[in-house]
């Protein structure tokens, strides 16, 4: 528990966020304040299981598509964008 | 030659599994979908984990250090599994939905499946607002990144697990408006009080509950009974919730409406077992969909077993107490090996505990909170009005002996999460189970990466 947290640092939308070392990219984008990241039949939609079961949360990592956030651990200089469905 | 014995998922059972396993001489492989052992119930990361969210860990550090002399893959997804002609596990490892995950086939002598459980969470008006979570997810994310997904949320449903929730939303930062329980307070009274001298040897559950009670005391946090919040309201995101009494079948009761403002919901209606890997195993399954297993843990398939969540909701001990009797026969070893005393023991112990989580079990009169629009399957947006009007009480009922026409009708089950979410709940429209926990792959994986796997030999 003693580890020191380095910050991570990547963009969601073209927009800068920074988190701490080892959250998932749900984290991150959480604790900057955004709660959803997605569209879904015209409504927002961001993390609901939070265990990797419903795919609810799922955004485009450095152009991959359907990407659990919940799941993926953040890395410096990730590309993260919403995605329609 | 020692046996080879697979462990599917790395969680209480999944852990207990492998030492016994180890302890008895077998070669032992773990495989599990996380970055870091534990499963939910020890979902940690050594820097952002508040150590007060955690029971058990010196377990939990003995059993991960037994892993140093098992052969594990992390972040791992186990899509298939073949049980003709031997038993042959195909996964992938990789980075959660990574373009290009390693491809991993693994023939084995025994499986043991430990893939556990999942939050149920009933559908209510307004649940697909952000903010509105499971109970598992406002857990995971406090355990998992250290942080609360609301300033002020409201956790809601049935079980005592909404009480750890409750306790570590506090730990890390976020208030908690109240904890409302489906159960009312005489039926908990009744379902947990009869019989208490077996939940005696189950003492370390009541101090957990006492700390529990303890903390919603020192916060202030009411804690209600035979109450559920039954809308959910905002335009773009959580404002507010409805909560409302109901009665014994958890029918929402007209006049008793209370609003309570709040920019997080989580919800816990209890679990749901990961059946997709015993299901492909080709293992019995009871009418209350759990693997059905025998007193050394083995299911009807030859050479697979099953602990934990998978066999019955039962909490982390039974798991542990299963584990151990799985991994151990698994291995090679028999009942009456004195090693097995304790486990089955405490396995005894822990189902007594188990009965009473049946108090807390869903009410069919949920459905009564629901609206003609409202969503039921997230995925593919399909209303409680699309269901009903493909089941056999609606006015275009299809043929429904299997699940294919159904989903293909409503798309209910269609979508990415093929029905983890919805499926219990849509059944309980239908009035039937349908068969939409049966599934072709058992986790998500790319067609290229489909279409690599052949190439990759047996380890």
């Known amino acids: ?25 749900a984290g991150v984008l959480i604790a900057a304040g955004h709660r959803s990241w997605r569209t879904a039949d015209g409504a927002e939609r961001g993390v609901f299981c939070g265990i990797g079961v419903c795919q ?15 799941q993926r651990t953040a890395v410096d200089g990730d590309e993260i964008a919403r995605e329609a469905r | 030659m020692s046996r080879r014995v697979v462990v599917i998922g790395a969680g209480p059972a999944g852990l207990a599994a492998a030492q016994a396993a180890l302890a008895h001489g077998a070669e032992v492989c773990v495989l599990d979908e996380g970055e870091r052992p534990g499963g939910q119930f020890w979902r940690h990361h050594d820097a952002l984990t508040d150590p007060r969210l955690q029971h058990q860990w010196s377990r939990f550090e003995r059993l991960r250090a037994v892993l140093e002399r098992a052969r594990v893959h992390r972040s791992t997804s186990v899509w298939r599994i073949e049980t003709e002609g031997g038993l042959r596990v195909h996964a992938l490892a990789g980075p959660a939905d990574a373009a290009a995950r390693t491809a991993l086939t693994i023939d084995a002598d025994a499986l043991v499946i430990a893939t556990g459980a999942h939050d149920r969470a009933l559908p209510v008006p307004g649940w697909t607002l952000p903010g509105v979570t499971t109970a598992g997810a406002a857990q995971a994310l406090a355990k998992r990144d250290g942080i609360a997904l609301g300033r002020r949320t409201v956790v809601a449903g049935a079980g005592p ?17 109240e904890v409302v329980e489906a159960c009312a307070a005489g039926a908990l009274a009744r379902g947990w009080g009869r019989a208490p001298w077996q939940l005696a040897g189950a003492a370390g559950k009541a101090s957990e509950l006492g700390e529990y009670l303890a903390s919603l005391a020192r916060h202030r946090t009411p804690y209600r009974f035979g109450q559920a919040v039954t809308r959910i309201h905002g335009d773009r995101a959580v404002e507010a919730v409805t909560v409302q009494r109901i009665d014994r079948d958890w029918r929402p009761i007209q006049g008793t409406e209370r609003t309570v403002e709040c920019d997080a919901v989580a919800l816990g209606h209890g679990f749901t077992p990961r059946l997709e890997a015993a299901i492909q195993a080709g293992c019995a399954i009871s009418a209350a969909r759990f693997v059905t297993v025998d007193e050394r843990q083995a299911t009807s398939t030859d050479g697979v077993f099953a602990a934990g969540e998978v066999t019955g909701i039962a909490g982390a001990d039974a798991a542990l107490a299963e584990g151990a009797v799985a991994g151990f026969v698994a291995a090679g070893g028999a009942l009456d090996d004195e090693r097995m005393r304790g486990p089955l023991r405490a396995r005894r112990r822990m189902h007594a505990f188990a009965e009473r989580l049946a108090t807390h079990e869903i009410r069919p009169g949920w459905t009564a909170w629901l609206d003609d629009d409202t969503i039921v399957c997230r995925c593919e947006s399909v209303t409680r009005a699309r269901i009903e009007a493909f089941s056999e009480r609606g006015v275009a009922a299809v043929d429904t002996s ?48 489909l279409a690599a796997c052949e190439t990759s030999p047996p380890m």
């Open chain 2, 161 to 177: 697990f909404l009480l750890p929730v409750a306790a570590s939303l506090a730990h890390v930062g976020g208030e908690v408006a």
């Open chain 2, 402 to 449: 299997s699940s294919r026409g159904f989903r293909l009708a409503t798309r209910a089950g269609l979508g990415a999460c093929q029905g983890r979410t919805c499926g219990r709940s849509v059944e309980d429209l239908v009035g039937r189970p349908l068969g939409l926990d049966r599934r072709p792959v058992l986790s998500s994986l790319r067609i290229g990466e």
């Open chain 1, 1 to 25: 528990m003693s580890a020191p947290i380095d910050d991570v640092r990547i963009s969601f939308e073209g927009e800068e966020l920074s988190g701490r070392e080892g959250q998932t990219i």
């Open chain 1, 56 to 70: 609810d949360c799922v955004v485009t990592v450095n152009g991959v598509e359907s990407v659990r956030a919940c």
